[in-house]
């Protein structure tokens, strides 16, 4: 399988020293607080400079909004339904492929009523859906596995942590519990349900990446130093990616 690496940007100066390594943007505002849904100029400007899949975050930034990485700061509430799907009308519009959303209930599970309208909404207009490292967020990952392979997600981005704090766990733990929920993949898939790719996220860098490859072929890493891209991690990163396929680890 075709290894592929999705890198998160928030500027079109980002995408651009992005996309000659990156198989997948994934677009957002504000990525030092983790990310919100970005403005549409930039997706738009994006599809117009870069040769990259294109898939836009979808976190609305509402009034009032929380902004810790918790299960309160991604519970679904009408107005943030609302604003989701207007936001995914005008992602299609402008040219993205793909949106991520993350919408969860105020007990720790995948919002399966809100999850469920976005992703009808994206895949009426011809995206592709993910899910983002909320995921990472919930109570229960294999229920949050079968939910997910229920809702038909293309993929999740998660760091196979408990919580979002990725550098609580060791690699080898992170390692584990991503295996982990590959093999609920597969199972549920095996069962019928989609298959849900598995991309690790959170760390990842070149000196990590054929470790995480043990898992999955797809990558979402930011390569960044200073709050900006750093082209030759990338450059590094991809070079690790393709060993990991023609000289994988024993």
């Known amino acids: 399988m075709k290894p592929t690496l999705e890198v998160p940007v928030d500027s079109i100066a980002g995408a651009i020293m992005a996309a000659p390594f990156a198989d997948r943007l994934e677009l957002c505002d504000d990525l030092s607080s983790e990310g919100w849904t970005p403005i549409m100029e930039l997706v738009r400007e994006a599809r117009a400079a870069t040769g ?134 597969e199972d549920f898939a095996i069962s019928g349900k989609c298959v849900v790719e598995i991309i690790p996220g959170g760390g990842v860098r070149a000196t990590n990446a054929r470790d995480f490859m043990q898992v999955s072929p797809h990558l979402h890493a930011s390569c960044r130093r200073g709050g900006k891209i750093n082209c030759d991690e990338l450059e590094e990163l991809k070079i690790q990616m393709t060993l990991a396929i023609t000289s994988p680890m024993k």
Do not use: Y
């Open 52 to 185: 990259a899949s294109l898939v836009v975050m979808i976190r609305p930034r509402l009034q009032g909004a929380i902004t810790a990485m918790t299960v309160a700061g991604f519970t679904a509430t009408p107005q943030i339904v609302d604003a989701s799907i207007r936001e995914i009308e005008l992602a299609a519009a402008a040219g993205a492929h793909s949106v991520a959303i993350g919408l969860l209930t105020a007990d720790g599970f995948v919002d399966m009523d809100a999850c469920g309208k976005l992703a009808d909404v994206a895949r009426t207009a011809g995206l592709e859906v993910a899910f983002l490292r909320t995921f990472d967020l919930l109570t229960d990952r294999r229920r949050g596995m079968l939910d997910l392979s229920t809702l038909c997600m293309k993929r999740v981005v998660t760091a196979g942590v408990l919580g979002w704090d990725a550098s609580a766990s060791t690699l080898e733990q992170r390692i584990a519990v991503l295996a982990e929920d590959a093999r609920n993949a």
